[in-house]
């Protein structure tokens, strides 16, 4: 955090988005190991390793069956899997099973369409996009027929683009 809102924000926030974003000062504190309490309700914050990026950790509300689940799981939108070299995505399948085996009863996705709801099925469509990615880049296809494939697998999915630099910068071609 501290480095996304320094030199982070500086080389690559501040440049795409000009003048958009707020001064925006760190202000977040580390969870507590055991937790904290919000409205009576235990809020764990649990690590699952690499997602779509480095360190992911989710929020578990055990008392209402939450988990609050960042990168780890997507809701009708492309995955970003620019990250997912040298085991990345598989690594992202086995946070998916951390996560799953929370057990939740409402799963919110860190990258998702509005309009849809917040059911845990979501941990399913997340991995099943993934085991379609990894296939179709193991067949060692151009970027153009991955970034084809997969948005012709997946049509009604927001947020085409990280489907093409994903395919560009795994694929190289």
Excluded: C
């Excluded at 049509?155 to 395919?167: E, F, I, M, R, T």
Aim: hydrophobic share 40%; glycine share 10%.
């Amino acid at each position: 955090m501290h480095q996304q809102a320094a030199d982070g924000r500086e080389q690559m926030w501040d440049k795409r988005f000009p003048g958009l974003i707020p001064d925006s000062p760190v202000l977040a504190q580390p969870i507590p190991v055991d937790g904290f309490l919000l409205e009576r309700n235990l809020i764990q914050a649990v690590e699952v390793g690499h997602t779509d990026t480095d360190e992911t950790s989710v929020l578990h509300v055990p008392s209402i069956g939450l988990v609050v689940a960042g990168d780890v799981a997507y809701n009708g939108v492309h995955q970003y899997i620019l990250e997912g070299r040298n085991g990345g995505l598989q690594e992202w399948l086995a946070a998916i099973d951390r996560v799953a085996a929370l057990e939740p009863r409402s799963v919110v996705a860190g990258h998702k369409n509005k309009d849809l709801p917040d059911d845990p099925a979501i941990l399913d469509r997340t991995r099943q996009y993934l085991l379609d990615a990894i296939r179709l880049l193991d067949e060692n296809p151009t970027a153009r027929e991955f970034f084809d494939r997969t948005t012709g697998l997946y049509p009604d999915l927001l947020n085409p683009g990280p489907v093409w630099y994903g395919a560009v910068g795994l694929l190289g071609k």
